[in-house]
């Protein structure tokens, strides 16, 4: 079945960085977007950015410009995501999700852009 | 403050329907965007339960119903089972910022 698994938990300082990743299986990897969605304690759900594991090309959420980098590694159908300049804000739970299918759209409606399945999130704590 | 908007809260007894709406605008379902609807259990990773406003994932129960028109769109849930208790999150797509993938605020459902 489709899954995406991702690495475990981390412990980081004001400043520092974290990098998490994600392997997906059951599907081709590189034919799926690859987004990342955190989650504040008791808060709501957050996107931060998308990548094409094809390609490469990448694009993040106007929030996190300049210290988020998305990237993968093809021969191992592994996603990743490193956030720089961590501050007490940023203790959350980084999910991946695959993008199920790329919107399009035709006569003025759109259609896909649904994340199907997530991982089972990473948390990152940020303490000083 | 989400580009989507959700009440923060919903209740309903067994048995009784219960809708969810998530007002958007028209840079994203005024623009034909679609919109999706999660479930998240309490510590658990959310869990798609309609996609393209209407249609049901396989596994998803079919109480579970979704429309969307103009800049509004809804989850409705009939036959409410314990089980459906868990916060709710619509997501679509967001013109004003370049590829911008966005959620509503949430929604705690609570099956009394």
């Known amino acids: 079945q489709v899954q995406l698994v991702q690495s475990g938990a981390e412990v980081k300082k004001p400043g520092a960085s974290v990098k998490v990743s994600c392997q997906a299986s059951g599907y081709i990897f590189t034919s799926h977007d690859i987004n990342w969605v955190r989650q504040t304690p008791g808060q709501g759900l957050e996107w931060m950015g998308w990548?094409?594991?094809?390609?490469?090309?990448?694009g993040y959420a106007q929030k996190f410009k300049g210290r988020v980098t998305m990237t993968r590694q093809t021969s191992t159908n592994t996603a990743f995501m490193e956030l720089s300049g961590l501050r007490s804000e940023d203790t959350a739970v980084y999910y991946c999700?695959?993008?199920?299918?790329?919107?399009?759209?035709?006569?003025?409606?759109?259609?896909?852009?649904?994340?199907?399945?997530w991982g089972q999130g990473s948390l990152v704590t940020v303490l000083s | 403050q989400s580009v989507l908007t959700q009440p923060p809260s919903v209740s309903g007894a067994p048995g009784q329907r219960v809708a969810i709406s998530c007002t958007g605008s028209s840079s994203n379902f005024g623009a034909g965007y679609a919109v999706h609807w999660y479930q998240q259990i309490p510590g658990t990773a959310p869990k798609l339960v309609l996609y393209d406003n209407t249609h049901r994932p396989s596994g998803v129960p079919a109480r579970f119903s979704g429309s969307k028109s103009g800049t509004s769109a809804s989850l409705v849930i009939t036959g409410l089972q314990a089980e459906d208790e868990a916060d709710y999150y619509c997501?679509?797509?967001?013109?004003?910022?370049?590829?911008?993938?966005?959620f509503g605020g949430g929604t705690k459902l609570t099956v009394l």
């Open positions: 997501q679509s797509y967001d013109t004003r910022l370049s590829g911008s993938r966005v």
């Open positions: 999700v695959k993008e199920a299918a790329s919107i399009s759209c035709s006569g003025g409606r759109c259609s896909g852009g649904w994340f199907d399945p």
């Open positions: 990548m094409n594991p094809k390609s490469g090309n990448t």
